[in-house]
């Protein structure tokens, strides 16, 4: 799926002295050499059913994040923390840090996969409202603990990560695939490629990148005056996401070209962060940037930390379209709805069987009431086709282009506001009791 959501991982933390380090993952079953896990593909994010102090929750495996991240716990979701001790955080967005709680020795499995020494921060208030921006139930994110001792393989076509110990595997090498060196730095993976940019007479710049499985984007660039690399000429300014400090606002536009090894990918989009927000992003100097999952997604990747390389082979999105969400629109998850459903009954015969078609007659016996889902519009942007054709804040979302919004997911319908430029957007919303009915379309700035 090609996604506007854009979800931000990068946390720098304030720490108590007697942090302790953890001691890793590891296959409990040491005769196996390969644990297979399916993951389901939301907005471009691989979520991942993980077991904290064995209560089953649903994480988001993020590359770009090196910390275990709880921020979504009810009272039916008691997961028992241990060695809990408070400590603050920064993160993303022009806010103050905010106060969490760390909670050591931990165990986290993933099937054959555990380890009883885990670390977790639990923020007390879900800042980002991932699950209603992802549709389903989030509660958190696992960053390269998880991975640090692994070669892993993802599949975004059969949504499987099949996890191997790397010391006794090493990638074969393909006619078709490419090999790139990763370098690791404070746990997270970075990668050289090089860019094309309209800013530089259409050559292509190296540029060093964040792996960042956990930002749904193709492209992140830092504008950097030395390198010559700045906002291209056609942009637009917009809010690319919620940080855990606050919104992050920035440029989105396009570049001509990206270049991993032998592929070379024509016209991604990129966004270009604010100043402060690139400056709290840069955990070191060299870093120009991240490579999103609209990236990844293209390809079969498998990546080995212990050996610092990753392998990349070409899927079946690898040339589709890059868009965004053209509508102005961001829509957010509004919990369940009771849905009035008829359900139909076929006469039969005497023999128990069904009329020919031409003589078969249906009749409503009775109503069923189910709940379904419900989504509603978080907020408009200014100046764009929803808020031109007259949408607003809160508007509650019954029609989109004449499917009923609760027979869809989220993701379904994101997808419909980014399908292709000029195209007719028709929805119907209900605003304080009423229904109404808008019509507009999509138009692409970049």
């Known amino acids: 799926m090609k996604i506007k959501i854009i979800i931000f991982f990068i946390f720098f933390l304030i720490l108590p002295l007697n942090s302790k380090a953890q001691e890793g993952f590891r296959f409990l079953n040491k005769t196996k050499n390969k644990v297979r896990v399916d993951f389901k593909l939301i907005n471009n994010l691989m979520v991942i059913p993980l077991k904290i102090n064995n209560k089953e929750l649903a994480f988001i495996l993020d590359t770009g994040s090196n910390k275990t991240i709880l921020f979504n716990l009810s009272d039916n979701d008691t997961i028992g923390l241990k060695n809990i001790e408070k400590v603050t955080l920064q993160g993303l967005g022009k806010g103050n840090s905010v106060e969490a709680l760390l909670s050591q020795k931990n165990t986290i499995s993933l099937q054959n996969i555990q380890s009883e020494n885990e670390t977790i921060y639990v923020i007390l ?36 990560i099949d996890f191997y110990q790397s010391k006794k595997n090493k990638f074969k090498k393909c006619k078709k695939c490419s090999i790139l060196p990763i370098r690791v730095i404070r746990g997270k993976p970075f990668i050289q490629v090089k860019v094309k940019l309209d800013t530089v007479d259409k050559v292509f710049t190296d540029v060093n990148l964040l792996i960042d499985s956990g930002g749904s984007d193709a492209l992140w660039l830092f504008e950097n005056s030395k390198e010559n690399i700045k906002t291209p000429i056609n942009y637009f300014n917009d809010i690319l996401g919620e940080g855990l ?25 990129v ?15 060299e870093r120009n940037g991240s490579l999103g999952s609209e990236i990844l997604k293209r390809f079969t990747v498998w990546i080995d930390y212990p050996n610092k390389v990753l392998m990349l082979k070409k899927n079946s999105n690898f040339s589709r379209d890059f868009n965004y969400n053209m509508s102005g629109l961001e829509l957010v998850y509004n919990g369940k709805q009771l849905v009035k459903e008829e359900e139909i009954k ?50 509650i979302i019954l029609h989109i282009n004449g499917i009923q919004t609760h027979e869809l997911n989220l993701g379904s319908i994101l997808e419909k506001l980014q399908e292709k430029d000029g195209k007719k957007i028709k929805i119907t919303i209900k605003r304080n009791g009423k229904i109404l009915k808008f019509e507009f379309y999509l138009k692409q700035k970049v």
Do not use: C, W
């Open 125 to 160: 208030r879900d800042y980002f409202d991932l699950s209603g921006k992802m549709g389903v139930t989030i509660h958190g994110i696992i960053g390269n603990n998880l991975l640090d001792d692994f070669a892993v393989k993802i599949n975004y076509i059969s949504k499987k």
């Open 346 to 395: 076929t006469v039969k015969d005497a023999y128990n069987q069904g009329l020919e078609a031409n003589n078969t007659v249906n009749f409503v016996t009775s109503f069923s009431y189910k709940f379904k889902p419900s989504f509603k519009i978080k907020s408009v942007a200014k100046n764009s086709p929803a808020e031109e054709a007259g949408l607003q804040k809160d508007d």
């Open 245 to 269: 400090s606050g919104t992050i606002y920035g440029n989105r536009s396009r570049i001509p070209a990206l270049q991993l090894d032998a592929f070379e990918i024509p016209k991604p989009t």
């Open 271 to 285: 966004s270009f962060l604010d100043s402060l927000t690139t400056v709290n992003a840069k955990i070191f100097k």
